[in-house]
């Protein structure tokens, strides 16, 4: 891609050397080398971002399931069907996670493989609590619901500490903006009587 631009601003400004070729090089170079992280470290974030949004839910979906009677397998299944209509991704997530368990791998590559897709926290806590799950035979219908009650108390708890980071964001903008502006309406008219009643005061006393 810089490389093209390079070309391509070779075309349009043929006459285009020296020092000034330089720097247009130096800075389609940096933009190569740099541009593509950041726009995928913020795909990644926004991923990120709706998994954890949506995987409380997702939990309660499976915690259902569970308790129904289904299988590990079959609730991943359904959960992954239920899902779509929230959050493609986590629905995207769950169903290579079942298309790995049909192909034939266990169920802690899978669910190792979905942590380490992932990178969120959550879904790393749930893989690991339902690898130990089958490898000990233990239940995981009350696990799960806990689960699923601790990220929601955190999800809760994270949107109160953005919504307490709120004021002190607008603290900038309403000292630069908004007080300036109140300011000159404020005092505005008594500057212009003021200084009505002060020029024929000057006037006279010259």
Same mark, same amino acid.
């Given at each position: 891609?810089?490389?093209?631009? #390079? #070309? ?8 285009? &050397? ?8 130096? %800075? ?14 913020r795909l990644a974030r926004q991923r990120q971002r709706d998994i954890v949004?949506?995987?409380? @839910?997702? %939990? ?36 290579? *996670?079942?298309?790995?368990? !049909? ?8 669910? !190792?493989?979905?942590?380490? /897709?992932?990178?969120?926290? @959550? ?22 619901? *806990? ?7 955190? !999800? /809760? ?12 964001? %607008?603290? #900038?903008?309403?000292?630069? #903006? ?6 000159? *309406?404020?005092?505005?008219? &008594?500057?212009?009587?003021?200084? !009505? ?10």
């Amino acid at each position: 891609m810089p490389a093209a631009l #390079f #070309f391509l601003l070779l075309h349009w400004q043929p006459k285009l &050397a020296g020092s000034a070729l330089l720097l247009c090089l130096c %800075l389609l170079a940096t933009c190569g080398y740099y541009l593509p992280n950041l726009v995928l470290t913020r795909l990644a974030r926004q991923r990120q971002r709706d998994i954890v949004d949506t995987f409380p @839910d997702a %939990l309660d979906l499976m915690t259902v399931c569970v308790e129904a009677g289904l299988g590990m397998d079959a609730a991943l299944a359904r959960v992954a069907a239920e899902i779509a209509l929230k959050s493609t991704v986590v629905s995207e997530e769950l169903t290579l *996670v079942t298309l790995e368990l !049909r192909a034939g791998s266990n169920k802690e590559t899978a669910l !190792r493989n979905l942590a380490m /897709r992932t990178g969120v926290e @959550d879904v790393d806590i749930l893989a690991t609590m339902l690898i130990q799950a089958e490898r000990f035979g233990t239940g995981i219908g009350a696990s799960l619901r *806990v689960l699923s009650e601790q990220l929601r108390t955190r !999800r /809760r708890q994270g949107a109160e500490e953005q919504a307490a980071k709120i004021s002190l964001k %607008l603290l #900038f903008p309403l000292i630069f #903006f908004i007080f300036p502006s109140l300011l000159v *309406v404020l005092m505005g008219p &008594a500057i212009l009587q003021i200084y !009505r009643q002060l020029l024929p005061a000057m006037a006279n006393a010259s």
